[in-house]
């Protein structure tokens, strides 16, 4: 693994060695990834897995033809190589006038954030091994687990260096710690399965391993006696743990790319009211320690606080510079990429603000409605906004949640669930897109 001086050395002599071999613009991308990773299952070990990579990217534009070529040989006579091989399918590449470097004007020019996205603790395996035993065990301690899928703890670290032709230079380095178990509950074809997990940045935030694996038992536990229900209209709460599901969706939506191709249920309604006024979904890439925060994007822009939706209002889409140009606006500071293709774009930390009821409030008066854990499948149209996923969770009766239900789907259309969406006031920060617990009434339920 190079340092983060020689990464960025190494992007910045690719593009000059681009640029004097004929191109009229580059970018290069070098990202190394290394994870350490350890599972047990039923108290013995089951594997353990180490992994190191690392590739560099370079972007080559002749006129308004480009080529991306990528290798993971960064010996320089290899790169002398692939700036050749680059520059030639450049010139045969087709012409796209969209392609581009990001507008010199918005790039990153100021020191970068200080985000404390690098941990120095580096557990061993042995350590990741103690974890691993510590959080199974601790799920199979739970009365009324049968069986284990296994626990797990994993550390990684990965480095990122970009550099353009036309003035930037920028690197950063990440790490993540996890934690992870899988446990059964019950027997024969009563059985059911839950899980629970952790990550952070820092080792320090890492919740405990015993209490992780405390809440995957009790989850699988609290599955038993799952019955099939009857369907109908009803409303239906989403928890903390799939309720980030339904900003993903917005989020597919308002990308750029979805947006020049007209592929998006959302295309006409820039500027118009989605949620109701309650709800505001930001993007914010500096928040410290947050497991998705950056200090620039994939094209060398500075990122910033977002505001995705301002008091239900849809404020704007995820824009790298070729869907900006297209679009005659300007990126974003969303763009993302790997080291083999052109930018698209990618949000980071997203979180929909608490609202003021609690999860207890919100259930109250629903005389039959579904609580969802779990959400299975893709059915989702992203040009119509239609929306229909299998489901399992528990039914809430008179107020209160009753018996585990299994085997259900929940379908409607997702403007109409934005429009009918409220927020309770228990948002966490767990997960790379956090919602507090979400009620939704009018969706339809179909049994099993």
């Known amino acids: 693994m190079l340092s983060l001086a ?15 071999a004929g191109a009229d613009a580059a970018d290069a991308l070098y990202v190394c990834n290394a994870s350490t990773g350890v599972s047990v299952r ?36 290899s790169l002398v190589a692939l700036v050749d091989r680059c520059l030639a399918m450049a010139r045969e590449a087709p012409e796209d006038p969209y392609a581009t470097l990001a507008p010199s004007n918005l790039l990153m020019k100021s020191k ?49 260096a970009l550099a353009t032709s036309h003035g930037f230079a920028g690197s950063y380095a990440a790490t993540s710690h996890g934690t992870w178990a899988s446990v059964l509950a019950g ?11 952790h990550s952070a940045r820092h080792l320090a935030d890492l919740d405990d391993a015993e209490h992780i694996g405390q809440r995957a038992g009790q989850r699988a536990v609290a599955r038993l006696g799952a019955e099939k229900i009857k369907g109908g209209a009803m409303p239906v709460i989403f928890d903390p ?23 998006s249920f959302l295309l006409e309604d820039l500027g118009k009211q989605l949620f109701d006024s309650n709800v505001s979904i930001i993007d914010n890439p500096l928040v410290k320690r947050g497991l998705r925060s950056r200090p620039f994007d994939g094209e060398g822009l500075a990122t910033h606080k977002t505001a995705l939706i301002d008091k239900g209002v849809l404020m704007g889409w995820l824009l790298d510079s070729a869907s900006a140009r297209q679009l005659g606006a300007e990126p974003t500071g969303h763009a993302s990429r790997g ?31 579904i609580y969802v854990t779990e959400l299975i499948g893709m059915g989702v149209n992203p040009v119509t906004g239609d929306y229909s996923r299998g ?7 008179n107020g209160a949640v009753s018996h585990a239900v299994t085997e259900i789907t ?18 966490q920060f767990r997960y790379a897109i956090n919602t507090p617990t979400l009620r939704i009434d009018g969706m339809t339920v179909a049994g099993g």
Do not use: W
């Not at 580096?122 to 899928?149: Q, W």
């Not at 917005?250 to 007209?262: H, M, N, Q």
């Not at 489901?391 to 009766?397: D, K, P, Q, R, V």
């Open 6 to 20: 020689q990464a960025q050395d190494r992007a910045q002599s690719l593009v000059d060695a681009a640029r004097k």
């Open 42 to 77: 039923l108290g013995e070990m089951e594997d353990v897995e180490q992994s190191e990579g690392e590739e560099i990217g370079l972007r080559i534009f002749v006129g308004s033809r480009s080529a991306t070529v990528s290798a993971s040989d960064l010996e320089k006579e």
């Open 112 to 160: 970068p954030p200080a985000l404390d996205i690098m941990d120095e603790a580096t557990p061993d395996p042995a350590a990741l091994k103690e974890r691993a035993l510590i959080v199974e065990d601790a799920a199979r301690s739970v009365p009324g687990i049968t069986n284990s899928e296994g626990g797990g703890a994993s550390m990684g670290c990965s480095q990122v």
């Open 187 to 197: 027997e024969g074809a009563g059985m059911q399965r839950d899980h629970a997990s």
């Open 241 to 263: 743990r799939v309720g980030g599901s339904l900003i993903g969706h917005l989020i597919g939506a308002i990308a750029g790319s979805a947006i020049t191709r007209r592929s």
């Open 339 to 369: 080291t083999g293709g052109a930018p698209g774009v990618s949000v980071t930390n997203v979180y929909m603000r608490a609202g003021t009821a609690s999860p207890r409030d919100l259930m109250h008066g629903i005389a039959r409605g």
């Open 391 to 397: 489901a399992s969770g528990f039914l809430i009766e």
């Open 410 to 427: 929940i379908a409607g259309n997702l403007k109409d669930m934005f429009a009918a969406l409220i927020p309770a006031n228990d948002l």
